[in-house]
């Protein structure tokens, strides 16, 4: 036996531990990244998720106020009505109705 040289058996024992220990840290160092980006990429959907539940909100608030409700088809019709609720409620006498009602109506 030679002694002050590793036999065959030693050198393969030497490069199974160094292709053994570049392997864990390369993985080491591929987990440690793939954290770092998903660290990241939650960050940005946590920002991008704040920013559209905001722009969502400042939409709801900004919304148009409904609209008003339609005016009577014709204004001649909406006297009439307002006469006769008039006439209803004994603001105005029969015979009051009936001549603005004439007046309205152009007779």
Excluded: C
């Excluded at 392997?23 to 770092?36: E, L, P, R």
């Excluded at 998720?49 to 088809?73: H, L, N, R, V």
């Excluded at 307002?82 to 009602?101: M, Q, T, Y």
């Amino acid at each position: 036996m030679r002694r002050g040289r590793p036999g065959l058996v030693g050198m393969a024992a030497r490069t199974a531990v160094v292709v053994g220990t570049a392997g864990a840290v390369n993985n080491h160092q591929q987990n440690k990244q793939a954290a770092k980006q998903q660290g990241a990429a939650d960050a940005q959907q946590e920002a991008y998720d704040a920013g559209a539940a905001a722009a969502q909100q400042q939409a709801m608030q900004m919304a148009p106020p409904p609209a008003p409700a339609a005016p009577a088809a014709d204004p001649m019709v909406a006297k009439l009505e307002e006469l006769a609720d008039l006439n209803k409620r004994g603001i105005l006498s029969d015979e009051e109705f009936a001549a603005a009602k004439a007046k309205a109506l152009g007779i």
